[in-house]
């Protein structure tokens, strides 16, 4: 390859390269856009996987087990990262995130074509968690290419900001899987959006991936990586280079444990346990939950670019370690208000509050037994709205007796809340998002900047991934666990137990930044 690319773009006018960066990163945002989409429409729609792909019988292990499904993704990204970063550092950052993207797309897509665990048993968690593996395999390598192609168009100085409207696209992904939800949800009835319109976002994903693609395929290579290949400056092992050089070595290790790891927290934080946490524990609404996530996230994203602007003018350090520091001492006092804002124990019932029914229907499965639930419904002075449903199974004999007493009944739980509390849990999670974007929203150029150029996808890319994947993507599973223990336990403070994980990991990773990474932009690696 010529250096022609990289010689035009030098000449270009300031006012020209700014028009370029652009058309770069609406290319590179779209399709990254698109890959957070197809990965987070999975978690976002979590619950409902739980009664599909998994045993009926024990909703708490079928919703622990979709997550653990959920984080597998995450722990392949690193090995994506690898495979990819190494492709990327060899022939080119355009032809590997186009590849990326397709594996992305079609994985995503035939997810939602899986029968349910009721039609092919054991089958139906087993591929899909082989699509989620693709899915982690591909996000592995798109992240790197995507930052690394906008960084590498960039002037140095002002790579904060360019790379954060990268930085932007995981939390738009997930805003638009929540919109595309809502609007699946509200288009179709409760059950027909239980029997199949729940794939729906799952097939819309094909077409955002065509049109990207088409996009993506008229991209040219990056300058930087233009201008080292006709000159022979790339290299011929990154892998070795990367992780064999004790020197550079020491920069992968620098930027996962002293930013990247509590970054990957704070991320999975304040986003999806955010939204596990009002779903499972405080047991709101999904619908509810659904839409105040996507309005925090609309009302937060703008700050990513904020925040990657501000760290050119005073370095990365100050502002993401403020973010780890910031969010370290806030979450446990969020979490407290966010449940005691639906906590109905301190709550007063609305005069004639209580209704009660009962209905009896036959069992599915066994003709001569009964599903009997008791329906039960409260309404609060402040127009909050519970429903309980307690359903027991009934034999002609009585109760079913099940390892020797009467089988547990099956308890379901889903409050409403008033506008009040809902714009109450809204600023909250805000709240939350802005620590997101302190963290993430310079970490892009962060990263790139401790690389040179011959390596920077194969190095940039394994510490994000691992950061994020591993100890980010175990957060919903472990903070679930955490909970649960804590509850069954009988801690008092059973449904804060889960952030300990997250405050634990980003404290370890804030005195790590804190010691070794220099408050400065790293631009020694062009």
Avoid at 154 to 177: N, V
Avoid at 301 to 306: L, M, R, S
Avoid at 393 to 420: L, M, T
Wanted: aromatic letters at 14%; proline letters at 4%; hydrophobic letters at 50%.
């Amino acid at each position: 390859m010529s250096d022609s690319h990289h010689v035009q773009y030098e000449n270009l006018s300031d006012k020209q390269k700014n028009r370029t960066i652009w058309s770069v990163i609406m290319a590179s945002s779209l399709g990254t856009l698109i890959e957070w989409y197809d990965f987070y429409i999975f978690g976002s729609l979590a619950i409902v996987l739980a009664t599909k792909f998994f045993p009926a019988d024990n909703p708490t292990a079928a919703f622990l087990s979709t997550l653990a499904t959920f984080a597998a993704g995450f722990v392949v990204r690193p090995f994506g990262a690898l495979f990819f970063g190494r492709l990327g550092d060899l022939i080119g950052r355009k032809y590997t995130f186009l590849v990326t993207l397709l594996i992305m797309g079609f994985s995503t897509f035939l997810i939602g074509c899986i029968p349910s665990y009721e039609t092919i048993g054991f089958m139906a968690p087993v591929l899909v968690l082989i699509l989620r593996l693709l899915q982690g395999l591909a996000l592995g390598g798109e992240y790197g290419g995507a930052a690394t192609y906008v960084a590498e168009y960039a002037q140095p100085g002002r790579r904060g900001y360019w790379t954060s409207w990268i930085q932007t696209t995981a939390t738009a992904g997930l805003f638009i899987s929540l919109i595309v939800i809502l609007i699946t949800k509200t288009s179709l009835s409760a059950e027909e959006f239980d029997t199949w319109g729940w794939r729906v976002p799952f097939w819309i994903s094909i077409l955002m991936v065509v049109i990207s693609y088409f996009i993506r395929k008229n991209m040219k290579e990056s300058p930087l990586f233009a201008k080292a290949k006709s000159e022979g400056k790339t290299s011929t092992n990154p892998l070795k280079e990367s992780f064999g050089n004790r020197f550079n070595f020491k920069f992968v290790l620098l930027a996962l444990f002293g930013a990247a790891m509590g970054q990957g927290v704070i991320w999975y934080t304040g986003q999806f346990y955010a939204m596990s946490f009002m779903q499972k524990v405080m047991n709101i609404d999904t619908t509810q939950v659904d839409s105040l996530m996507a309005l925090a996230l609309f009302l937060g994203t703008p700050f990513f670019v904020f925040f990657g602007w501000l760290s050119d003018k005073i370095g990365r350090k100050a502002v993401m370690m403020t973010g780890m520091l910031v969010a370290i001492l806030a979450y446990r006092p969020i979490y407290s208000a966010m449940f005691n804002s639906v906590d109905t124990t301190k709550k007063e019932v609305a005069a004639g509050g209580i209704t009660e029914a009962r209905t009896v229907k036959v069992h599915d499965k066994i003709a001569t037994d009964s599903l009997i639930t008791f329906h039960k419904e409260i309404a609060y002075t402040d127009g909050t709205l519970m429903k309980k449903d307690s359903v027991v199974h009934w034999s002609a004999a009585g109760p079913v007796i099940k390892d020797g007493k009467a089988e547990e009944p099956k308890i379901s739980k889903s409050i409403k809340i008033s506008d009040d509390t809902k714009w109450y849990l809204v600023f909250l999670v805000f709240i939350q998002v802005i620590f997101v974007t302190m963290v993430y929203g310079p970490i892009a150029a962060f990263l790139v900047e401790m690389f040179p150029v011959r390596i920077r996808y194969t190095s940039m890319s394994l510490p994000y991934h691992i950061g994020n994947g591993v100890f980010g993507g175990l957060l919903p599973a472990v903070a679930t666990y955490l909970v649960t223990t804590g509850k069954d336990a009988g801690h008092p403070g059973w449904y804060l137990e889960g952030l300990w994980y997250p405050i634990g990991v980003a404290a370890v990773c804030l005195v790590i930044g804190l010691v070794y990474i220099k408050n400065k932009n790293q631009n020694i690696h062009e």
